[in-house]
């Protein structure tokens, strides 16, 4: 059985979620993406509990766009659970954020982020910026198999 290829967007700013829907669409990538506003929705979604326990586990996205400054648990925090987890931890984590903090990146990488990009302020940059990460991380890059082969 083939799963759905699935971006999931850890977005809080409504502005951000829309912007960067935007930039894939333009850039002709037609992946589903589904949306946690905050990294408590996020864990959820990838652990299948609270809302998402119907969902199963057996189906990760094939990437996390994740912001870093998130209400309830932050970006950097949904990070460390996910690299600790045997069910995610080789789940390719880019880190998409207006952080201009030179910790955050260093922090990121420590966590074991596969990237860490800049959110450009310029729409077309964005549009640009998404388009090679999709080319990249969806096209191009080979993951590993999840654990336990599924």
Request: aromatic share 6%; net charge negative; with cysteine.
């Amino acid at each position: 059985m083939m799963h759905e290829n699935i971006i999931l967007l850890v977005e809080d700013n409504p502005d951000d979620e829309e912007l960067t829907k935007r930039a894939f669409k333009k850039s002709n990538i037609a992946n589903r993406m589904v949306v946690a506003r905050d990294g408590s929705e996020a864990l959820d979604y990838l652990f299948a509990t609270g809302q998402w326990s119907d969902r199963g586990t057996d189906s990760n996205p094939n990437l996390v766009l994740l912001d870093l400054k998130l209400p309830k648990i932050d970006g950097l925090e949904v990070l460390r659970r996910l690299r600790a987890d045997p069910r995610t931890m080789l789940l390719p984590v880019i880190i998409l954020t207006s952080s201009v903090e030179e910790q955050d990146v260093v922090q990121g990488y420590s966590l074991g982020c596969n990237s860490y990009i800049r959110k450009p302020v310029d729409f077309l940059q964005f549009t640009e910026a998404v388009r090679q990460l999709g080319l990249y991380w969806l096209v191009l890059n080979q993951p590993p198999m999840p654990i336990g082969g599924v």
